[in-house]
Every structure is written in structure tokens, then in C-alpha cells.
């Protein structure tokens, strides 16, 4: 019998956790898994009860959902997304939905809007951010792809989406195409590099500041009341006061230093470098994880390479107040290339993209949600066309007051031999982007004297290019003048 309003096909984490969201909003769901025991043990467990109905075959799981139907697909992005489709065809009818809530790689999303328009199915690729918790209480959601579908899937949605403090759900159509999948790519991009500011941020505070986990635990509880006030922020300062019930010991020192990662931040870092856009500070975040996975390699490291071991500041205070002001910065700065790198992607691809909307369903529910966001949105708000983020008047005085502190906690590190990639390559891009003048005029002869690549000049038109015979042996040909 068709009587479920939605259904959702892969029972992991974030799966169960979206179904339970949605039967608890008043909606009735179908839910079906490749392994259908999960199927059972779901039923039997936790959804027991619930407007929840269990199937094990995708025909059965097809015939119960209302028309309309409804599928969104939680499995692992790649050739699983693209099996589960193949799957669902036959038991589907034109003007049926398609949803792909896992984290998808954008263009994959792109081609799967036009292979199914073409069989007269709708398509949406939605980023759903949040993780376990978000999923079951209310997720950030990303939705994009053939926007006549929204309409279809708006009131599920905005209703099991976050809300925000106004009753705004985090959840709006971003765009066409792979655009929810692209925004939520750039999402986790800066969830990257937020969350490795806050590790270097402790790794100087515990290395040079002396402060014992308690001590910490209180600094980020006391941080997240005023502007750093976010999720992350959050979670750190109750992790930081967690202790294991096995040895009684603070937590956080038993944990192992290798971090691991999914994907999304490097596939943000290699699309910013297809467009041009420097996103270093999410390009370290990645390299940082990678360089902790080789944590064999670094132990033998230590006992051969050397350099300044960390001297004890007696100004405690002063590096909390600094490392607070470097956070915030480099935090304005991953924003600043994560939403360079959406304007970019959306000129090139002629996406038409809300950046204050954007700002709006990050606000609440995902992983990056912080007070902060707020501002990002009133900054588009007041210029829809702003080219950086750090021109909006709000962010440049932030930056214009913080910056001593966060050059201060770079000193610091570099002096103690305490590795600060991000927070240091977020510093470097600040002075590179205000900088009205850059050594790559040096670059340019460079390329000019070896490879006769050529040049513009200060005192010539921009568009005009030249070339010199740097040696006197080289001749006046030059290279054809153009730039990926």
C-alpha cells in the first residue's frame, strides 16, 4: 500500500538518524538497506513504534511510498550511489525524486541531474551536515540539482532541517545542477580548517602556555560566550574535561595523534586550485592530517631532527587573549577563501548562488554553526557583490584589532618550534591579499628569462605584453601569453 510520505535507503549513522528526525516531525517513512538484517534490528530497536515501516526487497520498498515518491539515498558517495539508482529505476515513474544526502563529489551530482531529467525523474544532490546528533535532532541541509523537485521535498525538509534563533530552518534551495553537493564540499572544507586552528591553538597553549586540561576546558568554555561562540568551540572544552572510564585519566592524552579524512577537504583544496583561488588555509588543514598519519616516520624524526624546544611563557594570560585573536582572524580568513571559492566555482559553472542564504543554513544544525555565520550573512546582505569577506566593514575592523595577537601566537610558535601551518598560512594570505604590491614581478622575469613566457609593465596597459632577450642569445620570439 502507498501510504509512507518518504523513503531512505541505507540504514548507517546518519541514515537511522534522519528516518528517527522525520517520524518524530509526523511524517510516515519506508526504509530499505543491501543488508536487510539492519533492516530488522532497526524495526525491532529503535524505530520500533514509530511511523516507521520496514522493507526488504526495492520493489517493496517502490510500492509503499507515496506519489509523488520520495528516495533519498544515504550510502557511501561514488559507484554505491549509482548502484542504488540502478536499482530503484524499474519501480519508478516519471516526476518521481531522486535525493542523494550522502557527500557526493559535485560533478557526479551534476551528471546524475541530466541522466535522470532524461528519463523524467528529478534529481536533488542535498549536503547534509550535522553528524549523528544533527541528523536526529535537526541537520543543516543543502539542497540542489532540478529545482522543480523542491517544491516536492521543501515542507519534509525545512520542517526536520535546524532552526534558527528567528525559527529560520537551515535548509534552502541552494541552486542547480551539483550546487548542494559543491557548498556542502566548501562546508567541510572549513569544518577542515576550523578544526585544525583549534588543535594549533592548543598545541601552543598546552606546549608554551603550560595550561593543564582543566585550565583549557575552562578557556574554551569561557571562549565559547563571546565571539568564538560555535559548535566546535563547544565540543573542545567538553572534551577537554572528559575522563576515561577505563584509567581515570583525562581522555585526551590517551588518544593517539593520526588524524584520519574522507575526501571532502581535498577534493575543496583541488577545485580551488582548477579555479584559482587560494584556499591555503584548508590546503593545510589536509596536508596536516596527512602529515599526522605518518606518525612512525615523525617518532623517528624526533630523535634526529632538531630544533628549539618550547620554553614556558610567564605571560599566560596574554597567549590565551592572543590565541583567541589568532582564532578568530584565521577563522575570517577560512570563510574568505571558502567563499571565494564558491563565487568562482558559480561564475564558472553559472550557478546563481544566495552567499547570505548559504551563511543562513550553516547558522544552525551542521558541524561549522557559530554565531559568526550570522555576520557573514549580514555582510552579503549589504553587498551582494562583495569580493572578500574581509572587506565587509565588520571583518576588517575584527581583523585590524586582532591581527598583533595572532602575529604574536605565529612568533610564539615559530620560536618554540611549534608547527602553526594554518593559522600561520592564514596570516600570510591577510598580508598577501592587502599587499598593493607583490615580488611576483621577479616571478614574471623569471618565467620571461627561462621560458620567454613574457610580462606586463607598471607603465603600460594592462592586457600588453613583452618580452626581453634577457642574455642576448635568446632571439625576440616569446611563448604564447596565457594562464590556467
Known sequence: MSSCDIGLIGLAVMGENLVLNMASKGFSVAVYNRSTDKVQSFIDDRAKGKTI??????????????????????????????GVIEQLLPFLE?????????????????????????????????????????????????????????????????????????????????GPEGSGHFVKMVHNGIEYGDMQLICEAYHVL?????????????VFTEWNKGDLDSFLIEITAEIFGKKDEETGKDLIDLILDTAGQKGTGKWTVNVGLDCGIPVTLIGEAVFSRCLSAVKEERVVASKVLKGPKPILSTKKQELIDAAKDAIYCAKIISYAQGFS???????????????????????????????????????????????????????????????????????????NGIP?????????????????????????????????????????????????NWTGRGGNTSSTTYSI
Not at 598560512?425 to 620567454?452: I, T
Open 53 to 82: 515501516t520496514g522493507c526488504f526487497t526495492v520493489e517493496e520498498f517502490c510500492k509503499s511510498l507515496k506519489r509523488p515518491r520520495k528516495v533519498m539515498i544515504m550510502v557511501k558517495a561514488g559507484s554505491a550511489v549509482d
Open 94 to 174: 516519471k516526476g518521481d525524486v531522486i535525493i542523494d544526502g550522502g557527500n557526493s563529489h559535485y560533478p557526479d551530482s551534476n551528471r546524475r541531474t541530466k541522466d535522470l531529467k532524461a528519463k523524467g525523474i528529478h534529481f536533488i544532490g542535498a549536503g547534509v551536515s550535522g553528524g549523528e546528533e544533527g541528523a536526529l535532532l535537526g541537520p543543516s541541509i543543502m539542497p540542489g540539482g532540478d529545482e522543480s523537485a523542491w517544491p516536492l521535498v521543501k515542507g519534509i525538509f525545512q520542517t526536520i532541517a535546524a532552526k534558527v534563533e528567528d525559527g529560520s530552518p537551515c535548509c534552502d534551495w541552494v
Open 420 to 468: 602553526v601551518p594554518a593559522i600561520s598560512s592564514a596570516l600570510s594570505y591577510y598580508d598577501g591579499y592587502r599587499a598593493d604590491r607583490l615580488p611576483a614581478n621577479l616571478l614574471q622575469a623569471q618565467r620571461d628569462f627561462f621560458g620567454a613566457h613574457t610580462y606586463e609593465r607598471l607603465d603600460k596597459p594592462r592586457g600588453e605584453f613583452f618580452h626581453t
Open 206 to 218: 598546552k606546549a608554551v602556555g603550560g595550561l593543564t586540561n582543566k585550565d583549557l576546558h575552562e
Open 341 to 415: 571559492l564558491l563565487a568562482a566555482a558559480a561564475k564558472e559553472l553559472n550557478w546563481k548562488l544566495n552567499y547570505g542564504s548559504i551563511a543562513l543554513m550553516w547558522r544552525g544544525g551542521c558541524i561549522i554553526r557559530s554565531k559568526f555565520l550570522g555576520k557573514i550573512k549580514e555582510a552579503f546582505d549589504n553587498n551582494a557583490d562583495l569580493n572578500n569577506l574581509m572587506l565587509d566593514p565588520f571583518f576588517s575592523e575584527v581583523l585590524e584589532k586582532g591581527h598583533t595577537g595572532w602575529r604574536k601566537i605565529v612568533m610564539t610558535a615559530v620560536e
